[in-house]
């Protein structure tokens, strides 16, 4: 099995994407979000971007740092760098909006549910 196949195979068993539902898109609202990636690897897009293939790229991207970092450094570094830096300097949003006009590797629309 090449790595590629098996980072494939490892996202596939992570990475859960679904569209918000009722409770889910009024904390998205509240947020001021349209995407929410959490550490244990669901994706809640909002039902109005659900359909949104840039979107699902940029959460996919933190699906990767998340994987790449393991969940409990990712969770504390974003909040960390969201505290001191805010959102857009944010370095895990910056390498993500830099990336997002490609899948990162492993992951592609097949694991959108
Ligand atoms: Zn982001």
Do not use: C
Not at 56 to 62: C, L
């Amino acid at each position: 099995m090449t790595s590629r196949s098996l980072a494939t195979m490892e996202s596939s068993i992570f990475a859960r994407f679904k569209t918000a539902n009722s409770i889910e898109t009024w904390i998205l609202n509240r947020l001021g979000m349209i995407g929410l990636t959490m550490p244990w690897g669901t994706v809640y897009l909002h039902p109005d971007h659900a359909t949104d293939e840039h979107l699902w790229r940029h959460e996919a991207w933190h699906l990767h740092q998340i994987v790449r970092d393991g969940p409990l450094t990712f969770s504390v570094r974003y909040l960390w760098h969201l505290a001191i830096s805010g959102y857009r300097a944010n370095p895990y949003e910056i390498e993500a909006y830099a990336n997002d006009h490609s899948w990162p590797p492993g992951y592609g629309p097949e694991q959108l549910i």
